[in-house]
């Protein structure tokens, strides 16, 4: 599978009628134990997932997930994201839109390439 979603379980449904699985989480403790057996179960040399991670993640090389399930994960994210392994992490606006203080990708690349079209 190249793709995992993990966010609102309103948005894992929405996900699974694309072809997407993915996990729900609730609360940060239960973010940071899915993230964590996402991540942890990747064995890139393999291409796949061990035995001890999610079995619908299966080797997973994308994570989508919302934008208020990354700022519960916080510093464990930015981590993971630094080391540069796979999945490679995908952040979205949740159901209620963009969090306040967060860049829209637009945006992003107009101050990366510092001009606006």
């Known amino acids: 599978m190249d793709y995992f979603f993990l966010g609102d379980a309103e948005l894992v449904t929405a996900f699974r009628f694309i072809g ?3 996990a729900a989480a609730n609360d940060p403790g239960e973010a940071v134990s899915i993230f964590r057996r996402i991540t942890e179960g990747w064995n890139e040399a393999a291409g796949a997932a061990l035995p001890d991670a999610l079995p619908e993640a299966g080797g997973c090389r994308v994570l989508i997930m919302t934008e208020g399930t990354a700022s519960w994960l916080g510093d464990l994210l930015t981590q993971w994201q630094a080391s540069g392994h796979y999945p490679l992490v995908i952040e979205i606006p949740g159901l ?8 829209t990708l637009v945006e992003s690349i107009r101050e990366a390439i510092g001009i606006q079209v």
């Open 20 to 22: 997407i699985e993915g």
């Open 96 to 103: 209620n839109g963009h969090l306040p203080g967060r860049k």
